[in-house]
C-alpha cells in the first residue's frame, strides 16, 4: 500500500476544528483539486460555494444539525449540482429541455458534484486538514437555495467544512470485504450476511472515546431507513424544474 492510499484509510469526520482560517493558497488549492475531478460526458455539472460571510455561515450552519463545526472551522463550502448553464445554453438555441430535466441528468449532477467534492475532501487531507460533509444543509433545501440565490435546475447537494482539526475521533470500521466486494455477480446470502460486522461494529460504538452508543451498524440502519426523512426533496426538485421522469 503505498503512502496515498494509506493515509486514505485513516480518514475521519472531524468535527471539532480550531479557530484557524485557511490560507489562500490552501483554498485556491483544494478548488484546484475539486475542479479537476472526471465529470461524466465532462458536462461538469456542479458549483462550489464559498462562504465567506460570517452571518450567512451562522444562517446556514443553524439549518444543518451540526452548527459548531459549521460555524467554528476553517472553511464551509457549499456544493451544488448544476445544470443551470446547460438550462441556458439549450434555451439560448432555442432547445427543449426534457434531456436535461431528467432523471439521469439529475443523476449526473450528483454523481459529477459528489467525485468532486471527493476530491476535495482527499486533497484537504493530503495536507492534513479535517473535514466533514454536511448533508444536514438539506434539513431546510428551500431556505438554503433562498440564502444561496440558486436559479432553476441546481441542488444544493450538501456542504463541506475543512479546517485544522482540534480532535479526531477513531477510524470507524468499514462493512467488511466478504459484505461489498465480490467477483462476477452479486452473492446475495454473503453481501447480507452481517452477523460477524454486528460485532466489529457494536464494540467501536461502545468503546470509542466519545459519543459511546450500545447499538451496532445493523441496528442504527434500521432506525435511520425505517423514516421517512426529508420527504419534501422530491416536490423541491420539481420546483427546480426537475421532471424526475
Ligand atoms: C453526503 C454526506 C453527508 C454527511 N452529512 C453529515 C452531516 O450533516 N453532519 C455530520 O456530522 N456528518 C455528516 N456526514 C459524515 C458521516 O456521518 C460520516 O462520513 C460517517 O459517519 C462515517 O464516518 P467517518 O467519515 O468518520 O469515517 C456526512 C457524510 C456524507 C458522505
Redesign the pocket.
Known sequence: MNDYIKKMTT???V?DFKDIPLSPETRKALLTAARSASSSHFVQAFSIIEITDKTLREELADI???AP?VKNTGTFYVFVADLYRQSRLLIENNKKLDGLTNMESLIVSIVDT?IAAQNMALAAESMDLGI??????RNDVRKVSELLKLPKYTFP???LTVGVPASK?K??PRLLEKNQISENYYPHEQFADLKEYEKVSKEYYSSRESNQKQTSWSESNVAFFEEIRRPEIAAFLKEQGFQLN
Open positions: 480518514h475521519v469526520s468535527r444543518t444539525g451540526s463545526y459528489s466533514c460533509y454536511i448533508g444536514g444543509i447537494l450538501f456542504g475521533n477510524v470507524k
